[in-house]
């Protein structure tokens, strides 16, 4: 018996300074973080191996590995949307989720195995129509067939998930830091493949893996749930979770509209820069398949990471000179502006360079993209975090701006491929990227008499923004090889193809620095 044993009693013991002897329990909410995580991983993996597939089917171009990333992007908008709209969804939000879970690995692993078996009768029986319009029309049939049933439910996971994370505290307090682990979960899922799945277990046990992933988020919900419904009840604005008003800052005065535009606007801003930034990888590391990995790794890491850190950065801001929540904003935009051509400037020569050396190229590459993408990176969490309905209709609030944001990265990937390639070029296409966003910040700090707008702050933003984009970004990216003369030279949706010539006069043909024809004429 314990009245038996030797030794002082615990309420003998003396107090210990600094710290408590009560253990720290464990909450169900604190086990959110890894479901995040792996859902986000599993997604990206089912859509790196759906690209290798319709790219056995459908051809390597540009212009179809447009159209399989857009149909992707446009069922994610759609399950967002109609997911984040159902009420009888919303009534059990985490049971709802976890047979989402394992719905997507049951649709995914489906998918993946159909294309293989299918994969030579598609090739040959599929209409390839002469006309763009044609052409497109049938893929976006073909793949929406495959795609279509589980991309619908990836994108209803996320306003689903955070309806249900209501049941612990206030979404508008946790949304960016969970969807930024969500989304450095996604750029696991990028890189995995490249580096280990994919050569080791091939594109259908790549499926398997990711069906793996899903069937134990699944198990890791449904047990959530059990553990939930043994606790003391919660509150989602207890004190405990609440923070004051003084770390907040003012709420936004943007309308909500404005919401709506903005995120749209972030999608289209965003997908134009990753697809530049993904001619601009091909041209630095020469291997198109590691140039992949790398930009959708990097793309993703560093967005995340921008959803991490932005509630330190606004409260930073806010302690520091007393900018509230659109102050915030225009800072994120115009500091975004200036990152995004300051990076292209610096990537412009690498690009044009002699070939460096894989690992040197690698590392350059990641650190002149991290600040473009990291600034970028705190746009769309923060219209998350202070969308006025988030805490009272999360599930609608998020699908609503999610499916809006999705939606403008369909646009936006489009555009680029099959418009602002052909017309302006990747560098011109990067600025005016980066001129949407100083533009925007510059609109919204102006109608609401801002303070980043007060003194020389905007001047010497815009100045530094214009020389940047005048004398650091060149008009085209024409890679001739050393001791070469271009002869011709012409971007489109296919690449960059440069004809060149050497000092005995024989012409060579290069689509992306990779010579096509050597030595004729």
Request: hydrophobic share 55%; glycine share 10%; net charge positive.
């Amino acid at each position: 018996p314990a009245s038996h044993q030797s030794g002082p009693r615990m309420s003998e013991l003396p107090p210990v300074i600094g710290s408590t002897l009560a253990p720290t329990r464990i909450r169900p909410q604190d086990c959110l973080p890894p479901v995040f995580l792996l859902s986000g991983s599993a997604g990206l993996m089912y859509e790196v191996v759906w690209t290798h597939q319709f790219a056995n089917i459908l051809g390597s171009t540009t212009e179809s590995m447009a159209v399989v990333f857009s149909v992707f992007l446009a069922g994610l908008a759609l399950g967002g949307f109609l997911f984040g709209r159902s009420r009888t969804i919303v009534r059990s939000p985490l049971p709802a989720y976890a047979w989402m879970e394992l719905g997507i690995g049951v649709l995914g692993v489906a998918a993946s195995l159909a294309l293989v078996a299918w994969e030579n009768e598609l090739a040959v029986l599929v209409p390839k129509p002469d006309h763009l319009a044609g052409r497109i029309a049938v893929q976006v049939l073909l793949i929406s067939a495959f795609l279509g049933p589980a991309t619908l439910l990836m994108g209803g996971t996320l306003p689903v998930m955070m309806e249900a994370t209501r049941r612990w505290f206030l979404p508008s307090r946790r949304i960016t830091a969970l969807y930024g682990i969500n989304t450095a979960g996604a750029a696991l899922g990028a890189l995995l493949p490249g580096l280990a799945l994919v050569p080791e277990l091939g594109l259908s046990g790549t499926a398997w893996v990711a069906m793996a992933i899903n069937t134990l988020v699944w198990a890791l919900a449904l047990a959530l749930r059990a553990w939930d419904r043994r606790s003391p009840a919660a509150s989602p604005a207890a004190p405990s979770e609440a923070e004051p008003e003084e770390v907040q800052g003012p709420p936004s005065r943007i309308p909500l509209a404005g919401f709506v535009a903005l995120a749209a606007l972030s999608g289209v801003t965003v997908l134009s820069l990753e697809m530049c930034w993904g001619r601009l990888c091909r041209l630095i590391l020469g291997n198109r398949t590691l140039a992949t990995s790398v930009l959708l790794f990097g793309v993703l890491a560093f967005l995340g990471l921008g959803s991490l850190t932005w509630r330190r950065v606004a409260r930073g801001l806010y302690r520091a000179r007393g900018w509230g929540a659109d102050d915030v904003l225009v800072v994120a935009l115009l500091a975004s502006a200036v990152a995004q051509i300051v990076s292209a400037a610096l990537a412009a020569p690498l690009a044009l360079a002699a070939t460096l050396p894989e690992g040197l190229a690698l590392v350059l590459l990641l650190a002149i993209m991290a600040p473009a993408f990291y600034s970028a990176g705190l746009f769309f969490p923060w219209l998350l975090a202070h969308h006025p309905a988030v805490d009272e209709r999360t599930a609608h609030s998020v699908g609503h701006l999610y499916a809006w944001n999705v939606a403008g990265c369909t646009i936006g990937s489009l555009i680029t491929s099959f418009v602002a390639f052909e017309w302006l070029g990747t560098p011109l296409t990067l600025a005016l990227s980066s001129a949407a966003f100083l533009a925007l910040g510059v609109a919204i700090a102006a109608s609401r008499g801002m303070r980043p707008l007060r003194g020389a702050g905007t001047v010497a933003v815009a100045f530094v923004w214009a020389l940047a984009a005048y004398f650091g970004v060149p008009r085209h990216l024409y890679p001739v090889p050393h001791g070469e003369q271009a002869v011709a030279a012409v971007e489109d949706r296919y690449g960059i193809q440069v004809l060149s010539r050497d000092r005995q006069g024989i012409l060579t043909a290069s689509n992306n620095t990779v010579r096509l024809v050597a030595r004729y004429g």
